[in-house]
Nanobody, 122 residues
């Protein structure tokens, strides 16, 4: 079992900044991909940014140039620095860990955090 613990959400004015953090815990041997997704009310979950353990980064188009994803493989942690926030960035942000290999498990699995709310006021 792997747990993802998110922190750093909250309320911010338009143009402001926030930093989201996520730490994965458990009997983790390797995590192929870590990152964040966003879900707005009534919408599907969408990619914000992901970073592989081979340093390949992918950003959702609305977030390019404003958000920066960083990862600490030694801590199984990922941070999302969000700047120039807009009201349309409001939503629940979910930490994602993809293809997680754990000790004693034959298969790698994907995991999601519980989500953390980010609200950007206009």
């Amino acid at each position: 079992q792997v747990d993802l613990v998110e922190s750093g959400g909250g309320l911010v004015h338009s143009g402001g900044s926030l930093r989201l953090s996520c730490v994965a815990s458990g009997r983790i041997d390797d995590i192929a991909t870590m990152g964040w997704y966003r879900q707005a009310p009534g919408k599907q979950r969408e990619l914000v940014a992901t970073l592989t353990n081979e340093s390949q980064t992918k950003y959702g188009e609305p977030y390019k140039g404003r958000f920066t994803l960083s990862r600490d493989n030694t801590k199984n942690a990922v941070d999302l620095q969000m700047t120039s926030l807009k009201p349309e960035d409001t939503g629940v942000y979910y930490c994602y860990a993809g293809e997680v290999a754990t000790t004693g498990s034959y298969y790698a699995e994907d995991y999601w955090g519980k989500g953390i709310l980010v609200t950007v006021s206009s």
